[in-house]
């Protein structure tokens, strides 16, 4: 997977640095605390360790002018690339950035050698399972993990 690709003049996903965690933590605690209500806790984002994320190569960012506004979690199955988490900050939404990341984790899939995409989405998301479904994800299955109930979903890539 290429460290960066450009979008467009103002915006690229790149391989995030040390320096941007900070701003990783805010675009989390932005995108899903409003969950914390509807599913009685803090979604699985909210506790996941980017530092980790980052030393094992799998944190991505999306600037847009120099800021970074978005954030991909990307890992690798057997037989697919996971989309473990994908979050732009409320404040840029509606602009296609979730595209944009999403095409971006399609590319590092397909760099990859991966023929598939998978992701899951908590029960509680409805939001996210209309959009996954809108863009032609199938869902796989609903599964009880870690204290949430998820939902799977998959894409086959192109070859």
Known sequence: MPESSSLTDMSRVRLAVSEDLP???EIVEAAYSPY?????????PMLDDYGARLAAGELQVLEDKGRVIGLLV?????????????????????????RA?????????????????????????TENQAIYRHYGWRELERLDEDGFQRIYFAKDLPI
Do not use: F
Request: hydrophobic letters at 45%.
């Open 23 to 25: 701003r990783v933590r």
């Open 36 to 44: 914390i209500p509807r599913m009685g806790q803090p979604p699985q």
């Open 74 to 98: 990307l890992v690798g199955r057997p037989d697919s690339l996971l989309i473990h988490n994908v979050a732009v900050d409320p404040a840029a939404k509606g602009k296609g950035h979730g």
């Open 101 to 125: 990341l999403m095409a971006a984790a399609d590319a590092a899939a397909k760099a990859r050698g991966y023929g598939r995409l998978t992701l899951y989405t908590h029960v509680a998301m």
